[in-house]
């Protein structure tokens, strides 16, 4: 199961994903909050005992798994194929420490292989993938504290507002621009060893909520919900027209 987790309790994932840098803070006057998780109060009563405090504030990493049913015409299996992505976070709560506001980066993403190929993301498609913000929440709940971010909209070569527009229904559609600038349409994506290019415009709206684990991490699942269209590819066995749908919901 995925997690959002305090930086702090990364080093190797920092280690690697160096190249990415993690959002500058939003601007607050607030100073550092410390908050006991394991409190009765209900208003998270200010703390130093420096024992299960659960500090916002500061550095974290949201690893999340997204699981689709991807059904192929003609053949009769359906297919699972899990996809996983790091996102780097940067929290900053408002001084009740209820709200927080956390602006994201998107660092690495990988999918499991289906019929034998594996989908890369190239460089250009992540760093293409603008940071985004979120109003996060932290309340009492039966067993201990809920957390509950916003919905967000994540956009893939497609300029849209899926609550007052219609998906695409042509590639030539002035909203489909060349978003990883490759001089294609939509982002480019490589399946297998190179094997073959997919191009692609994609909207998803996700919203994730967990429960306060410790300190340090946060764990949960989130919905999803999004179209997509296949723009062209080098090799139309990577172009099938498959029917693609999540089947459960992602894990953070």
């Known amino acids: 199961m ?20 993690t ?12 908050y006991d998780i394991q409190s009765q109060d209900t208003n998270l009563s200010e703390t130093f005992s420096g024992k299960g405090d659960f500090i916002p504030d500061g550095q974290w990493a949201s690893i999340r798994v997204t699981a689709q049913c991807i059904v192929i015409p003609g053949v009769k299996k359906a297919f699972e194929m899990l996809h996983y992505s790091l996102n780097l976070g940067q929290m900053k709560a408002d001084k009740s420490g209820k709200k927080i506001t956390v602006q994201y980066k998107t660092c690495f993403m990988t999918d499991t292989p289906m019929l034998g190929l594996a989908t890369t993301y190239p460089e250009p498609v992540v760093k293409s993938i603008n940071p985004w913000s979120v109003t996060a929440f932290i309340e009492r709940g039966t067993d201990g504290f809920i957390y509950q971010e916003s919905p967000r909209i994540e956009r893939w070569g497609v300029k849209i507002d899926p609550f007052k527009e219609d998906f695409p229904t042509s590639k030539d559609d002035k909203r489909i621009w060349d978003q990883d600038k490759d001089k294609k349409p939509g982002v480019t994506l490589i399946m297998g060893n190179n094997f ?24 949960g699942t989130g919905i999803s919900f999004g179209e997509k269209m296949i723009l ?20 953070y």
């Open 196 to 219: 073959c290019k997919l191009y692609l415009a994609q909207y998803t709206l996700r919203q994730f909520g967990g429960k306060v684990k410790n300190s340090a991490e946060i764990e």
């Open 2 to 21: 995925g997690i959002l987790r305090k930086i702090l309790v990364l080093p190797i994932v920092m280690f690697v994903y160096a190249a990415c840098t």
């Open 232 to 251: 062209g590819a080098t090799n139309s066995f990577c172009a099938p027209k498959n029917k693609v749908f999540p089947y459960r919901d992602d894990t």
């Open 23 to 34: 959002p500058e803070a939003p601007k607050t006057d607030i100073p550092e909050q410390h």
